[in-house]
């Protein structure tokens, strides 16, 4: 046994490392170094662990990170700066991309608009409410009025008339006279539905819309007894009828088949209508 | 006169001021990160990956960084806080210890003498310890972390810091002095046509 506060050769040994670390306190350091001074052997090992662990550090750092990497990693740290903004614009993208593939898809199914098919079953759903002489009217109203765009800028009345040739132009100013204030004529053309043909005068005041409309009458068709006669100054019996939004009124020459279909109340349909039966009348004889 | 600097300017010019205190702070030790990251992953391509992110990190964080202290030890804690994090991710440790059935066998190991070590020797042996146990002797033997330091990047007491490097040493000379009686006789014969 040494004297007090001085150590033995194991004592010493296990402290040779802590000393490479430079972690023993001032009082061990000093202890260690009178043992070292006096002891050939625990120098060696000392000495010998230092230069083991020079070879470490030594074999360690000639590792050497690529060329380019300080360039990289300075890249990196740019692009991170604005790493926030690229990732919304990527996201921005990727919803842009969603909503145009999810909006053609969309569009494509109906979901936006009424395809063909769901006018088609719109048209099917409404007009069985209605007397079977009354869908005539009211299914080509919807199928070629309701469902149709119209362009801001108006062809004249004249312009309409000629349209419709000769024989039917007098319809048009018949219609323009009497629709209610701030409707206009848009639209007279000839047109066809389920194997019917129509001749189809369209007035319009922003959202609102109403059709004459003129069709052959084919043998046996005839507004029946059961529908709400409104009878008329000229003595013609009108007929009335509404559906949802719609409001037909009708009558029958001998010839053909007339209609009003419009979104005005039922009353103010059938007295539109009524007004310009006796023109009509006389246009169509 | 002077203009008053908009807002964003004044945003501006910190950005830019940050980011040459950054250049200078931090960029001298990306050798140093390398080095211990390749250590820690053990392939230049992970080593790589994980001191890009590593800085990544430490810009972004960069004014949570108290001016004046270690830069260098900051830089490591978050570089072992990544490799941490890849070792998770990638599973690529044993999870099992096998330090103490190493241990084991290293409690009377001779010293190894440095002049019969080769480098790939020396390298070999460090790469054969556990993962802690390899990052302590990298921190304090390599990177000349003081105990606190090492402590405070691996995320753990002083005390475990100390007992892994005690650990390790041992098992590193038992593995050096295996190695260097197994290669010694290669070893003289090349000394000897060396010189």
Known sequence: MTAAGELNCAQALARLDTRLDGELTETEAATLARHLENCATCSAVLANRMAVRERLRKVVRSAQPAPGMAVRVRSGISAGNGRNGARWGFLAAAALVLLTVGGYNSWKNGHFRMTPESRLSYIASIVPEVAPIMRVGLQQHVHCAVFRSYSAQNETVAQLAGSLGPQFAALVPVLQARVPAGFQVVLAHRCNFNGRQYIHVVARRKSELISLLITQRSGGEAFESDLRAVASEAGTPVYSSGIKRFSIAGFETSRYLVYLVSDLSQTENATVFEAMTPALRTDLS | MAKPVPAAGKRFFAKANARAEFEAEAMPHLDDLFRTALRMTGDRARADDAVQETYLQAWKSFDTFEKGTNCRAWLFRILFYTVHHQRRKLFRFPVA?????????????????????????????????????????????????????????????IGTVMSRLSRARRMLRAQLAEAAKSYGIGNTARKGEAS
């Open chain 2, 97 to 157: 210890d096998t330090a103490e059935e190493m241990l084991e066998s290293t409690l009377a190991a001779p010293e190894p003498i440095a002049e019969e070590l080769r480098d790939e020797q020396i390298l070999g042996a460090l790469d054969s310890l556990p993962p802690d146990y390899r990052a302590a002797v990298v921190l304090v033997d390599v990177e000349e972390f003081a105990y606190k330091d090492a402590a405070e990047i691996m995320g753990v007491p």
